[in-house]
Nanobody, 124 residues
C-alpha cells in the first residue's frame, strides 16, 4: 500500500501554469506506475495522465496532450504534473493514484491507492 499526498493546487487565470506534486510513502515507490485523474463538479472522475514505474513511458488524455507533462523522481518518491496553458475546463479536483506494476493505465479501477486531491481553479 502507498500513501499519497497531493499539493500545488490553486487558482490561476486562463493561460497560466501550475505544477502539482504528489508525495508517496513507502520504500517500493519505483514498483508503482502512477496516474493523475481529475473530477469536475457534477462529473465523473477522469483520466489525465499516467507514467510507468521507470518514468520512461508517459501517457495523456487527448484533452491535455501538449499542455500537461507528467514526470516522477523515484529517488524522492515524487510524481509531478506540470500544467501549462490552463483553460477554465481544467477546473477540477486533481487526484494522484498508484498502481502496482510496470505500466500505467487509464482506467480508475486499475489503481489501488489514491490521494485526497488538490483543487485547481482556472478563471477566464
Amino acid at each position: 500500500q502507498v500513501q499519497l499526498v497531493e499539493s500545488g493546487g490553486g487558482s490561476v487565470q486562463a493561460g497560466g501554469s501550475l505544477r502539482l506534486s504528489c508525495a508517496a510513502s513507502g520504500r517500493t515507490f519505483s514498483s508503482y506506475a502512477m496516474g493523475w485523474f481529475r473530477q469536475a463538479p457534477g462529473k465523473d472522475r477522469r483520466f489525465v495522465a499516467c507514467i510507468s514505474a521507470s518514468g520512461r513511458t508517459p501517457n495523456y488524455a487527448d484533452s491535455v496532450k501538449g499542455r500537461f507533462t507528467i514526470s516522477r523522481d523515484n529517488a524522492k518518491n515524487m510524481v509531478y504534473l506540470q500544467m501549462n496553458s490552463l483553460e477554465p475546463e481544467d477546473t477540477a479536483v486533481y487526484y494522484c493514484a498508484a498502481r502496482f506494476g510496470r505500466l500505467g493505465a487509464t482506467m480508475i479501477g486499475e489503481y489501488n491507492d489514491w490521494g485526497r486531491g488538490t483543487q485547481v481553479t482556472v478563471s477566464s
